[in-house]
């Protein structure tokens, strides 16, 4: 069986394994041999209730706005422009989703969420709350996605993101309607 490859800016790296396709692209986790990093590459199929401008250009700007606003997220450690493929950190960890899942969700963590929105409301800027854009790592939360937009209550921890870190009937009908 041939390994599978992808390039970013030239470099090669292995693909090991997808780990999950969101909105705007597939992720997946690379290696270079010494390393692990995730790949995400933009993909441009249709979102029904989002609208998307320059994928590539938001997501350097989202990364940028969030090193400044002081949220914990994976650095972006290069960006192939014209392939539309990002490498940044791997942050390995549980999902705040596999958390739920398994019953292993902790109070600490719903803390550091709301000490992150704290950040991002004082920013007028709400995050991605699902989570699966969330790893704990040495107990530590990470926003995992760069995703990041005007704060608007609707959008808020408190009023959306909230629905899906305890299960919640939100939570289990969005375990129903993927499994």
């Not at 739920?100 to 969700?105: I, N």
């Not at 709350?129 to 808020?156: G, R, S």
């Amino acid at each position: 069986m041939q390994e599978k490859t992808i390039a970013v800016n030239d470099k090669s790296f292995l693909i090991i394994s997808l780990l999950g396709k969101g909105k705007g692209g597939y992720s997946y986790l690379v290696s270079d041999v010494t390393k692990r990093y995730v790949l995400k590459q933009i993909h441009h199929e249709p979102c029904a209730y989002y609208q998307f401008g320059n994928k590539i250009e938001a997501e350097i700007n989202d990364y940028n706005k969030l090193n400044k606003i002081g949220i914990r997220i994976p650095t972006m450690l290069d960006v192939d422009i014209k392939n539309e493929r990002i490498l940044k950190e791997y942050i390995e960890g549980d999902t705040i989703y596999d958390l739920v899942l398994s019953d292993k969700m902790q109070s600490d963590f719903l803390e550091q969420a709301h000490e992150m929105c704290h950040l991002l409301y004082e920013a007028n800027t709400n995050i991605d709350y699902f989570p699966t854009n969330f790893i704990v790592q040495n107990e530590k939360l990470f926003y995992i996605d760069f995703e990041c937009n005007e704060y608007m209550d609707e959008w808020n921890f408190e009023n959306w993101g909230i629905k899906y870190w305890s299960k919640t009937p939100e939570f289990l009908q969005y375990i129903k309607e993927h499994s």
